[in-house]
């Protein structure tokens, strides 16, 4: 509620150099404003089962190295390596980063599209103490891979050049020190 306070403090400054009203710019902007500021406060379903839901919504989209913002699948990027080999490039689809970026947006939450960043987000939980929802990284500092934990040793994942956005069993070998809890 501050940035909106903030914002409608900012209409007020800037009508009066335009000539009109602050109170007729607040007005007319206070309603568009309250009804984006509800929506973004609002989490789409109930929290991180919304967020599980919109990253089962893309299973079987291609995973595409570089892929996937806050609204779906985009196209791959040139790597200079194997996902060049796939033809990440030519692909719409997710990364494991872009798949959680996607995911979470669905409940508000931003994240940057690097799984070593979205590493450093939330609260840190040990493995041995993950629920459901909560993020799954593996290599040092999170740098190599991310999935969704699902619960009951499963967990949503965009896996590699050449596969898909998929359920998998989780891969216990190579896991980073603590998954990362954001709801």
């Given at each position: 509620m501050r940035r909106i306070s903030a914002t409608l403090a900012a209409v007020s400054v800037v009508s009066l150099f335009a000539g009109v009203s602050p109170a007729i710019a607040q007005t007319n902007?206070?309603?568009?404003?309250?009804a984006s500021a509800v929506a973004y406060e609002q989490p789409s379903k109930?929290?991180?089962?919304?967020?599980?839901?919109?990253?089962?919504?893309?299973?079987?989209?291609?995973?595409a190295w570089g892929g996937g913002d806050a609204s779906g699948p985009?196209?791959?990027?040139?790597?200079?390596?194997?996902?060049?080999?796939?033809?990440d490039y030519q692909l719409a689809g997710?990364?494991?980063s872009g798949l959680v970026k996607y995911a979470f947006a669905?409940?508000?939450?931003e994240l940057p599209h690097y799984t070593g960043y979205q590493y450093l987000r939330g609260t840190p939980v040990p493995v041995s103490d993950m629920q459901r929802g909560d993020l799954i990284f593996y290599g040092t500092d999170g740098g190599s891979?991310?999935?969704?934990y699902l619960g009951d040793g499963m967990m949503i994942e965009a896996p590699g050049s050449?596969?898909?956005?998929?359920?998998?069993?989780?891969?216990?070998?190579?896991?980073?020190a603590n998954a990362v809890r954001l709801l």
């Open positions: 902007l206070s309603s568009e404003l309250f109930s929290g991180i089962e919304g967020v599980i839901a919109r990253a089962e919504s893309q299973i079987g989209t291609p995973y985009t196209q791959g990027t040139r790597d200079g390596g194997i996902a060049d080999s796939y033809g997710f990364d494991c669905g409940a508000g939450v891979h991310v999935a969704l050449g596969d898909v956005v998929k359920k998998s069993p989780v891969r216990w070998t190579n896991l980073s």
